[in-house]
Structures are given as C-alpha cells and as structure tokens.
C-alpha cells in the first residue's frame, strides 16, 4: 500500500519522496528520487481502467505502465495500491 499526502503537509525531514500529479487532460506526472539524490520527473499518459483503477504509461521505455487503484482517499490522505508493476 502507497500513501499519499497533499502537496504543503508538514512531513518530517527527509532525504526525498516519491509523489505525482494527475492532470485532467490526461497526463500523469510522476516525482521520485534520482540516483544524484534529486527528484527527476517522468510524464506518461493516464486513462480510467475500471472501478477505482487507473492505467499509467509512460513515454520512456524504461518505465513499466502499471495499473493503480485507488484503496482509499479522505481530504488528507491518499491509499493507492499498486496492481501490476
């Protein structure tokens, strides 16, 4: 299971997270930690894959589409659980 906070909650300190946004043109954009321990930033494309589930693909080859679903969503936290990989 993956949680999500929004964008401005006060998390301790960290080296980095991983994080995304999901834009209502369809564009999935992906945040995670770079081998240079900076955040890279990888787009791909989302579409609706069923109850609850959505298909991400990306433009780069080196990343896997996967399909997420979301377990549960309150107005401070996001569960999402990560169906393929």
Known sequence: MLVYR???YSFPLSRGRDGFEIRSNGEFVL???GPTDRV????GH???A???EMRVTFGDAKMKARV???ASVTQNVLRIERVTQ
Not at 40 to 43: K, T, V
């Open 6 to 8: 929004p964008v401005g």
């Open 40 to 43: 890279e930033s990888f787009s």
């Open 68 to 70: 997420l679903r979301i």
């Open 50 to 52: 069923g109850d609850h």
């Open 31 to 33: 945040f995670g930690m």
């Open 46 to 48: 989302w579409e609706r």
